[in-house]
C-alpha cells in the first residue's frame, strides 16, 4: 500500500539513507539537510513552516517529499519544497503518487489558493512530471531554479 507518513524519532534514520542517482544529486538536497531544515523553517518571502514525508510502499521508505505553508503570502500559499526518490525506486510512479497525495492535501484547504514548486532548469524528468499535474512555469528563476504554479482557485 502506498502512502505519505510523517517524519518522526523512528524512521528519519532509514529515510536519510535514501539517495538518488549520482547525476541527479545537484538536483535535490539531502533528506537529512531537508529534515533539518524542518525544524527551523525557511524565510523565503515571509516565513514557511515545513513539513517532511517518507514515501512508502508497504512497509518500505522509497522516497521523501517535503512541503511548506505560509498562508499570508500573496501568490502562492503552498510549495512543494521537496521531492526524490531513491535510485533504486525510480520509474515506478512513486514521485507521481506523493504529488497527487500533497496536492489533496492543499486542494482540502480552503486557505490555499496556489501551489508552487521549483525546479532546475535541466531536470526535465521533474518538469514532466510538474507539467501533468497542471503546474505552469511564471518565467522566473529564483536561485539559479526554474518555478512552476499551480492554480487550485
Given at each position: 500500500?502506498?502512502?505519505?507518513?510523517?517524519?518522526?524519532?523512528?524512521?528519519?534514520?532509514?529515510?536519510?539513507?535514501?539517495?538518488v542517482?549520482?547525476?541527479?544529486?545537484?538536483?535535490?538536497?539531502?533528506?537529512?539537510?531537508?529534515?533539518?531544515?524542518?525544524?527551523?523553517?525557511?524565510?523565503?518571502?515571509?516565513?514557511?513552516?515545513?513539513?517532511?514525508?517518507?514515501?512508502?510502499?508497504?512497509?518500505?521508505?522509497v522516497?521523501?517529499?517535503?512541503?511548506?505553508?505560509?498562508?499570508?503570502?500573496?501568490?502562492e500559499?503552498?510549495?512543494?519544497?521537496?521531492?526524490?526518490?531513491?535510485?533504486?525506486?525510480?520509474?515506478?510512479?512513486?514521485?507521481?503518487?506523493?504529488?497527487?497525495?500533497?496536492?489533496?492535501?492543499?486542494?482540502?484547504?480552503?486557505?490555499?489558493?496556489?501551489?508552487?514548486?521549483?525546479?532546475?532548469?535541466?531536470?526535465?524528468?521533474?518538469?514532466?512530471?510538474?507539467?501533468?499535474?497542471?503546474?505552469?512555469?511564471?518565467?522566473?528563476?529564483?536561485?539559479?531554479?526554474?518555478v512552476?504554479?499551480l492554480?487550485?482557485?
Amino acid at each position: 500500500m502506498l502512502e505519505i507518513r510523517p517524519v518522526t524519532k523512528e524512521n528519519w534514520h532509514a529515510l536519510i539513507d535514501l539517495k538518488v542517482r549520482e547525476d541527479q544529486k545537484k538536483f535535490v538536497a539531502s533528506n537529512l539537510y531537508s529534515i533539518a531544515q524542518s525544524k527551523v523553517g525557511d524565510e523565503y518571502q515571509g516565513h514557511w513552516d515545513l513539513f517532511p514525508f517518507g514515501i512508502y510502499d508497504g512497509d518500505e521508505p522509497v522516497g521523501f517529499l517535503m512541503y511548506a505553508f505560509n498562508f499570508e503570502h500573496p501568490r502562492e500559499q503552498a510549495y512543494v519544497q521537496r521531492l526524490m526518490v531513491d535510485e533504486k525506486f525510480q520509474g515506478k510512479g512513486y514521485g507521481k503518487f506523493a504529488m497527487q497525495k500533497a496536492l489533496e492535501i492543499f486542494r482540502a484547504d480552503e486557505r490555499i489558493k496556489n501551489v508552487a514548486i521549483s525546479y532546475e532548469p535541466e531536470n526535465d524528468v521533474a518538469r514532466k512530471l510538474y507539467t501533468s499535474l497542471g503546474f505552469v512555469e511564471t518565467g522566473e528563476i529564483v536561485e539559479d531554479e526554474v518555478v512552476a504554479l499551480l492554480k487550485l482557485r
